[in-house]
């Protein structure tokens, strides 16, 4: 396993292939280990992992609480509807409460792009030995789902060798709302760093061109890429086109709550043209999985049939492998 440099985890586009080799080599071992109820590992013991989410959430909250708990840290969540943010108190002052109280990791979400950032920065710079997880910001980056993905997709194409050489060459299809979605970013960091050939699909009002470019620069504030040969990315519009030859297809939600103009005409047209069915899988190989990170918009994204038939939908699998990256994450970080 190699030297884990991140005390922060805050964007894919920071990671190694080593990076991702470490990470995935943790997370099969706590995969495949009987843990659960009294069955705890020791190595979070007396740790504080606090949970700021000002966004909601079910799967990646959850999971971050119960990783913690299977390491046996002590966990504490915080809400904001029932906090001091209501009367005025600012969030630097609230996250440096938690941090009074002894928290070590915390894991935020918020809706904005940056806050985790900016929080890390914060807390650096008045010298508090605090590591801040990004739980998802705004519609930049979801690193831990990213992780996930890349899990479960490994898994499925090496189940007793997940590693990311599983993915190379690969052809994966990431469908839908490309443009809101701090999924697909964290996706196409991960999948073009382990070598994988990534097809986006989606109208143009939720896929700008642009993104075919996404990886070919450092993103901004870093000097270079520490991947030395990525995959590639190409956008293609006809779903019937992207589907041919894929090893794996994810379909990704329509962020309502995020679009501010009429980008659809309707959700039946988009499923008619973007939907995943049993019907418009005929085309690929029949051991062609399905991802979704959810949640779903059960019948717009994908079929209810697709998404309840266990053959070929990973969803649940997906939530399954997030216990397990997370806790690796938590790990990592609470060692370095
Ligand atoms: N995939 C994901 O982030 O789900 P939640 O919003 O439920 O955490």
């Known amino acids: ?31 495949v280990m009987p843990i659960s109820g009294a069955r705890k590992l020791p190595a979070l013991q007396g740790r504080l992992v606090t949970t700021l989410f000002f966004e909601p959430s ?39 409460t938690y941090v009074a109280m002894g928290a070590e990791l915390l894991v935020v979400r918020h809706r904005c792009t940056g806050v985790p950032a900016a929080l890390a920065r914060d807390l650096d710079a008045s010298g508090d030995r605090v590591a801040v997880l990004n739980g998802g910001d705004g519609l930049h980056s979801h690193p831990s789902q990213g992780l996930l993905d890349l899990f479960t997709l490994a898994r499925h194409f090496a189940p007793e060798a997940p590693t990311p050489e599983a993915l190379r060459g690969r052809r994966i299809v990431i469908v839908g709302d490309i443009l809101h979605s701090r999924v697909a970013r964290s996706n ?10 990534v097809v986006l699909c989606g109208p143009a009002t939720l896929l700008p061109e642009a993104f075919a470019q996404f990886v070919a620069a450092p993103p901004p504030g870093q000097a270079q890429d520490p991947v030395a040969r990525r995959g590639s990315i190409r956008v293609e519009r006809d779903l019937a086109q992207a589907l041919q030859g894929a090893d794996a297809v994810m379909t990704l ?14 959700l039946e047209s988009y499923h008619r043209a973007y939907g995943l069915t049993h019907a418009r899988l005929a085309s690929c190989a029949a051991n062609v999985p399905v991802l ?19 053959h070929r939908c990973l969803v649940e699998e997906q939530v399954t492998n997030g216990i397990p990256i997370r806790m690796a994450l938590l790990y990592l970080m609470a060692a370095s």
């Open 1 to 31: 396993m190699s030297d884990w440099t991140h005390r922060h985890v805050l964007d894919l586009a920071a990671f190694s292939l080593d990076d991702y080799a470490t990470v995935l080599e943790l997370a099969q071992r706590f995969r």
């Open 188 to 197: 196409l960091w991960a999948l073009t760093g382990c070598g994988a050939e």
């Open 253 to 266: 939600r329509l962020q309502k709550e995020r679009m501010h103009q009429h980008l659809l005409t309707s």
């Open 292 to 310: 979704h990170p959810g949640p779903v918009n059960r019948g717009v994204e994908l079929s209810g049939a697709l998404l309840d038939d266990p």
């Open 58 to 96: 079910t799967r990646t909250r959850s999971s971050f609480e119960l990783a913690a708990k299977r390491l046996s840290a002590d966990v504490q969540s915080f809400s904001p509807s029932s906090s001091s943010l209501s009367k005025g108190e600012s969030l630097l002052d609230t996250v440096r």
